[in-house]
């Protein structure tokens, strides 16, 4: 599905990514482990299409990204903090984004909203939302759209144990389902439970560990 092909990046005389070579299969939960700043988010920009690399090449279902497309498609993306539109609920920042693509319903909407354990009819706006009810509502605008790959940098982040365990068996349902996924975890639990590989990632140096 994700093939990742002597892939560098160098930003401002630093070596960030240094021929990095994998393959991510289809169907499969991948797990990417390492400390802060080792790379793995700047190599998930770099599959998202976000960060263009100074050398090497990307291919997401046979389509390399930065020629054959711009960004990765038909994809679901978590990368650092989700951000929204303070002022706005919940429910109204996902109509909001679905409007754009017009794939899923309102329906489809509340539907996915409850999955992830919110309430679609909760008014609150987005910035008085927990931590947690943030990182739950950046999954949800990451699933809505029923897409064949997940990008997941630390989406257990403030979740509390109920919601950890909730989040893992939705993501186990998914891979059930065929979708692949790539995660980034500090969590060695969650790297156990959920991952069928897993790398790490240090000084840019990316190593298969399983």
């Known amino acids: ?24 299969q289809k169907g499969k939960i991948h797990g990417l482990i390492g400390r802060n700043g080792s790379g793995k988010t700047m190599l ?36 650092e903090t989700p951000e929204f539109i303070p002022y706005y609920s919940g429910y109204k920042n996902l109509k909001l984004l679905a409007d754009l693509n017009k794939k899923i319903s ?3 909407i509340r539907e996915t909203m409850e999955k992830v354990g919110l309430d679609p009819d909760l ?13 739950r509502l950046g ?20 979740l509390d144990k109920d919601g950890v365990g909730d989040m ?4 186990l349902g998914l891979k059930e389902q065929g979708k692949t996924i790539i995660i980034a ?13 897993v790398s790490e990632m240090d000084k840019g140096v990316l190593t298969r560990l399983s």
């Not at 599905?1 to 070596?15: E, F, G, P, Y």
């Not at 975890?185 to 590989?197: K, P």
């Open 1 to 24: 599905m994700i093939t990742v092909k002597q892939l560098s990046l160098r930003i401002r005389q630093t070596d960030i990514l240094k021929n990095v070579d994998i393959t991510f």
């Open 44 to 79: 998930m920009k770099c599959i998202c299409g976000f960060v263009v690399p100074t050398t090497g090449e990307i291919t997401v279902a046979g389509k390399k990204i930065g020629k054959d497309c711009d960004f990765i498609e038909n994809a679901g993306v978590i990368i």
């Open 106 to 108: 309102g329906e489809q």
């Open 123 to 135: 008014k609150r706006h987005v910035k008085k939302y927990s931590l947690g009810m943030r990182q």
């Open 139 to 158: 999954l949800a605008q990451a699933i809505m759209e029923n897409p064949d790959i997940l990008i997941l940098d630390e989406p257990m982040n403030g």
């Open 168 to 171: 893992r068996t939705y993501l």
């Open 185 to 197: 975890s500090h969590s060695a639990e969650d790297i156990e439970v959920l991952c069928d590989t």
